[in-house]
């Protein structure tokens, strides 16, 4: 069993829709949470940071980190078709150094 | 800006040959790590650095190399390409601990 799992998609929304992202994970000594967005043929760039439980909000954006779960969410708002990328979820133990990945999820937004 | 920069872009090479990536990044972090990408596995971990000097394997290290000289550069090495290394490549690096990663836009390796 991986240690992060994430659907991989492909996932297909209509403009304006709510969309959800989700990832589960196994370790319980995760404390560092990330989301990072992929365009096609570029590298992932940081999207959310967060590393308490609950929500954080930036703009059209909303992480959410459950651990007492080990559930993570993404949900994205009012969906533009600049929304359409490949999403991962990251996660770090403390003072690890390290980040593991989940596999990715494929989004499209159509207009 | 600051930046992490990968080069080259794209790479076709032929089995058994020796293969360099370079990695160049002007954030002055201590941390740098190699990653291949590659469907139905997402991102997976090559070797990483902590310093200069320090290099360590990550979960798919065999065939890969890599040195740490100063703090801005790490390059991969593929002493002897296979095929099963075809795949795309990034480079990132982060300040410290449970700080994010900042990635390059990855080098595109063909090996036939």
């Known amino acids: 069993q991986k240690e992060v799992e994430q659907d991989p998609g492909p996932l297909s929304v209509p403009e304006g829709a709510i969309v959800s992202l989700n990832c589960t994970y196994s370790?319980?000594?995760?404390?560092?949470f990330m989301w990072y967005r992929q365009y096609s043929r570029k590298g992932p760039e940081l999207l959310m940071y967060?590393?308490?439980?609950g929500n954080k909000e930036d703009g059209r954006f909303t992480a959410q980190v459950d651990k007492s779960s080990k559930y993570i969410s993404l949900f994205i708002r009012d969906s533009q078709p600049s929304d359409s990328a490949t999403y991962l979820c990251?996660?770090?133990?403390?003072?690890?150094?390290?980040?593991?990945f989940g596999q990715g999820t494929r989004l499209t937004i159509n207009p | 800006d600051a930046e992490i920069t990968q080069s080259p872009r794209h790479k076709i090479t032929e089995t058994g040959r020796q293969v360099t990536l370079a990695c160049h990044q002007t954030?002055?972090?201590?941390?740098m790590f190699w990653y291949r990408q590659d469907l139905g596995h997402g991102l997976r971990l090559i070797h990483y650095?902590?310093?200069?000097?320090?290099?360590n394997k990550g979960e798919v290290s065999d065939g890969y190399s890599v040195s740490r000289s100063n703090t801005e550069d790490l390059p991969l090495t593929l002493e002897s390409a296979a095929s099963s290394q075809t795949s795309v490549y990034f480079c990132?690096?982060?300040?410290?601990?449970?700080?994010?990663?900042?990635f390059g836009d990855g080098t595109r390796l063909s090996i036939l």
């Open positions: 650095s902590y310093g200069v000097q320090d290099t």
């Open positions: 990132a690096s982060s300040e410290t601990s449970n700080q994010p990663q900042h």
């Open positions: 967060t590393y308490s439980s």
């Open positions: 954030w002055n972090h201590n941390n």
């Open positions: 370790n319980s000594a995760f404390q560092y």
């Open positions: 990251a996660m770090e133990v403390q003072g690890a150094q390290k980040l593991v």
